[in-house]
């Protein structure tokens, strides 16, 4: 880097304006020390400003009963103990319906950005940046604005046709959603402080990271919910099982380490979570394909402003018969094996969540190393934020909606017909023309009769 700005400083028609920035923008440079020959002497303890110790925010009544244990083993019984409250409070959740879901979604959302904004806050707050918290707040909503509005025209047609005001706001909504973002833009720009050019850039360019890992992500889970409660129960499940089952295996066999940056992970434990949670999935997935509540796409309506998730299942939901391969029968003596098809995909999925979906708990577990902290936040005792319990859960988000949209969806008759209460009288009648012509070739409806209408 020094031999880079040695040749930068020759030849240049602005060099003078150049330098004049570079001292400028000095105190910014103390942040990145990375930037210069620091760089090539590896992490120091200056390299990243400090961030407040970490609080212990145990409850004391459980710190005095297990006072008597190691730190080991205390930890171990915190973490277990919350644990299982956590998941008690999830399936009460979901008994209380998919719309307790949309806003326990929104919740864990705004609160993840807020343990990364803080982070962000902490670290840089001695330079005042001007409007920064402001701004990332103010982003957030702009982001959030634009994904449920699409959310709504998508799933709740029925509802804007009878409203007039959602109809304007519907129609022009994504004209809407870009003119408020481009005033933050403006407003960004016009914080612009010349002393700190470059900070407030790292922070926008931190904020905008942050709205998509976070925002977009919690955006495809509510997608994966509307196509079946399934899809939202089984994956978030899935992730809880491997994190249990991994650190479990880990905790009692794990003795070689997995990888630097998550020294207490172990293959022991990334081996025996893999296998467990295949097998755990497997059955959980056979489970919840026998009801209508989960397997259900999740609809609006109209009529009794709820949402309902009554259907004929379809037939990834339907038992069917399967031959097994020959080797698979002289070893069990089976030749057929009832399953329901979703319990094959639940294979897929669990793999994923065991063997890519922990690469978003290293990501994670990177980011905190370059920040030199333990955690996201103490929200929770023994586990760390809500941030820690989700980094695996958004990247677990993406590949469902990705793997619905490749291998399971098709054309979905209730988001079409929501699509069409939407347009004008004149368009419909034109589609239902074409529609009932289409329907007549092919046979399925009665010639039309001469002088009919």
């Avoid at 343990?115 to 982003?139: K, M, N």
Wanted: charged residues 15%.
């Amino acid at each position: 880097m020094t031999e880079l700005r040695r040749r930068g400083g020759g030849g240049d028609p602005d060099s003078t304006e150049n330098i004049s920035d570079k001292e400028a923008d000095g105190d910014d440079r103390l942040a990145f020390p990375g930037e210069g020959e620091g760089e090539m002497e590896g992490d120091s303890k200056a390299d990243t400003p400090d961030m407040p110790p970490p609080t212990d925010n145990t409850p004391q009544c459980l710190n005095k009963a297990l006072e008597g244990l190691s730190s080991r083993w205390k930890n171990w019984w915190i973490r277990g103990i919350l644990s299982m409250t956590m998941i008690i409070g999830f399936f009460l959740i979901i008994y209380l319906g998919p719309i307790m879901l949309i806003f326990v979604v929104m919740g864990v959302q705004i609160k993840c950005f807020h343990e990364i904004i803080t982070i962000g806050y902490r670290v840089y707050h001695s330079y005042d940046l001007p409007w920064f918290r402001t701004l990332s707040w103010y982003f957030l909503i702009c982001v959030n604005y634009f994904f449920y509005g699409e959310t709504v025209a998508d799933y709740f047609g029925a509802l804007v046709q009878r409203e007039e005001p959602l109809q304007f706001l519907v129609r022009y909504h994504r004209f809407i959603s870009f003119a408020v973002y481009l005033a933050g833009f403006c407003m960004f720009v016009l914080s612009l402080v010349k002393k700190h050019y470059r900070l407030q850039f790292y922070m926008f360019a931190w904020t905008h990271v942050t709205l998509l890992i976070v925002v977009t992500q919690s955006h495809l889970v509510i997608q994966n919910l509307f196509e079946g409660m399934i899809w939202f129960i089984v994956p978030i499940s899935i992730v809880i099982c491997n994190d249990i089952m991994a650190y479990l295996f880990g905790f009692f066999f794990g003795r070689t380490p997995l990888i630097k940056l998550s020294p207490k992970k172990t293959w022991e434990g990334f081996i025996g979570g893999f296998f467990a949670t295949v097998v755990l999935s497997f059955f959980f997935a056979y489970l919840l394909s026998q009801y209508q509540y989960f397997v259900c796409p999740v609809e609006y309506n109209s009529e009794t402003n709820r949402f309902a998730v009554e259907c004929e299942p379809s037939n990834l939901f339907m038992m069917q018969e399967y031959t097994l391969p020959a080797v698979v029968q002289n070893a069990v003596r089976w030749k057929t094996v009832n399953l329901y098809p979703f319990q094959i995909h639940s294979i897929a999925l669990s793999s994923f969540a065991s063997l890519i979906g922990p690469f978003g708990g290293f990501f994670a577990s990177g980011f905190k190393r370059a920040f030199k902290i333990k955690d996201f936040a103490d929200t929770i005792p023994g586990h760390g934020g809500i941030m820690d319990r989700f980094d695996c859960q958004y990247l677990m988000a993406t590949f469902v909606h990705v793997y619905i949209a490749s291998f399971i969806r098709g054309p979905n008759p209730s988001k079409v017909l929501q699509q069409l209460l939407v347009l004008q009288p004149e368009q419909q009648l034109s589609i239902f023309n074409t529609l009932r012509n289409h329907l007549r070739e092919r046979g399925m409806l009665p010639p039309a009769v001469e002088g009919a209408q």
